[in-house]
């Protein structure tokens, strides 16, 4: 359940972007964050992205940031270790592309905003996960390429179970 809501997510987030139609909500307590001067530069490589994704920010000193809006269904706490994480992996890819940019941007707020494994869920939101999963473009894989489902035939279920 974890793995098709970050697909859906995922999803959710990059047809924002294109769209250009990220909603955010502002927080009622802003965050700052305390930048070293490497993260800087990173930052730097992400700050139209993460505007596009629904981050509302300031820059109050050149290392410090202060954080006003964050994505919508995304929870306000753990600000500041997503925007490290984030960076980081821009750090660590070095993809300078705006679709590699985005893509990764996404797949962190998917990974942050889904329900966790072992969740419990009632029968119409296991519903309502599944329905949204095959309107998806790849229901199969996670966008970083785990595995969603398996699909196997009678003959392969009757050589299991027979």
């Known amino acids: 359940q974890h793995r098709a ?9 990059m047809r924002d972007i294109e769209q250009h139609s990220a909603h955010s909500q502002q927080l009622l307590f802003p965050e700052e964050i ?4 490497d993260d800087v530069l990173h930052f730097n490589k992400l700050e139209v992205a993460l505007k596009d994704v629904g981050f509302n920010f300031s820059i109050l000193t050149k290392n410090r940031l202060k954080i006003d809006g964050i994505p919508a269904l995304l929870n306000a706490s753990g600000i ?4 490290n994480e984030m960076i980081a992996n821009s750090r660590n890819t070095g993809s300078d592309t705006k679709v590699d940019m985005y893509e990764s941007i996404a797949l962190a707020l998917a990974k942050t905003a889904a329900i966790k494994s072992g969740q419990q869920l009632t029968s119409e939101e296991m519903t309502d996960i599944i329905d949204r999963l095959f309107a998806c473009q790849n229901s199969n894989f996670t966008p970083d ?7 196997l035939t009678q003959s392969e279920l009757l050589a299991k179970f027979g």
């Open 5 to 13: 809501h970050v697909r859906i997510l995922f999803e959710s987030y």
């Open 34 to 37: 305390e930048l070293s001067t």
């Open 80 to 83: 500041a270790p997503l925007i």
């Open 145 to 151: 390429g785990k595995s969603i489902h398996t699909t």
